[in-house]
T-cell receptor, first 116, second 112 residues
Framework: DAGVIQSPRHEVTEMGQEVTLRCKPI?????LFWYRQTMMRGLELLIYFNNNVPIDDSGMPEDRFSAKMPNASFSTLKIQPSEPRDSAVYFCASTHTTDFITGELFFGEGSRLTVL | DAKTTQPNSMESNEEEPVHLPCNHS???????IHWYRQLPSQGPEYVIH???SNVNNRMASLAIAEDRKSSTLILHRATLRDAAVYYCILRDTTSGTYKYIFGTGTRLKVLA
């Protein structure tokens, strides 16, 4: 399997622009997670989906952030408008219900966002 | 969510064992202990997990204190490729939640 695939790997944009980050989970996985990592705050869970339905979005920082999962093989995290403080590495992860006890999350390589 | 406490950093010599401690004094009876690690410029990866008994796998061993208020991840022979940030995480399985809360972790430096 190709693993969790994220795009773009790097994004540099200017404040106020819309940013869309994409994630393709591992085929057959029914849980998908979005995390954000910064030096100051470490790894933060933003939102997660089960069977394409958002389960917990309490980590989404504010209304400028939105996430969708239109089908089992694709998810997006959108920031509109972007601000410099959104600069971070955004990780997507997936897993399957059968791994519930194991709890093994499979992470992508991340999307590094820089907002100027 | 119960919290974990880990040292910020540790050093080890190559080919020597490494013991990475984690304190979790507020752990509940249904919390599983998970360890992940994050290599430079990569996403976190699963290392090992356990509930009460010590666990071994190809990557590491997990030693859990009898009262479960602490645990230790053991790398039997550290290599340069083991240099990473190691996260100790508690996860409640009864609520059905997948909310993994990562702390700041321990940055392991392996000296050649």
């Amino acid at each position: 399997d190709a693993g969790v695939i994220q795009s773009p790997r790097h994004e540099v944009t200017e404040m106020g622009q819309e940013v869309t980050l994409r994630c393709k989970p591992i085929s057959g996985h029914d849980y998908l997670f979005w995390y954000r990592q910064t030096m100051m705050r470490g790894l933060e869970l933003l939102i997660y989906f089960n069977n394409n339905v958002p389960i917990d979005d309490s980590g989404m920082p504010e209304d400028r952030f939105s996430a969708k999962m239109p089908n089992a093989s694709f998810s997006t995290l959108k920031i509109q408008p972007s601000e410099p403080r959104d600069s971070a590495v955004y990780f997507c992860a997936s897993t399957h219900t059968t791994d519930f006890i194991t709890g093994e999350l499979f992470f992508g390589e991340g999307s590094r966002l820089t907002v100027l | 969510d119960a919290k974990t406490t880990q040292p910020n950093s540790m050093e080890s010599n190559e080919e020597e064992p490494v013991h990475l401690p984690c304190n979790h004094s507020t752990i509940s009876g249904t919390d599983y202990i998970h360890w992940y690690r994050q290599l430079p410029s990569q996403g976190p990866e699963y290392v090992i997990h356990g509930l009460t008994s010590n666990v071994n796998n190809r990557m590491a061993s997990l030693a859990i204190a009898e009262d479960r208020k602490s645990s230790t991840l053991i790398l039997h022979r550290a290599t340069l490729r083991d240099a990473a940030v190691y996260y100790c995480i508690l996860r409640d399985t009864t609520s059905g939640t997948y909310k993994y809360i990562f702390g700041t972790g321990t940055r392991l430096k392996v000296l050649a």
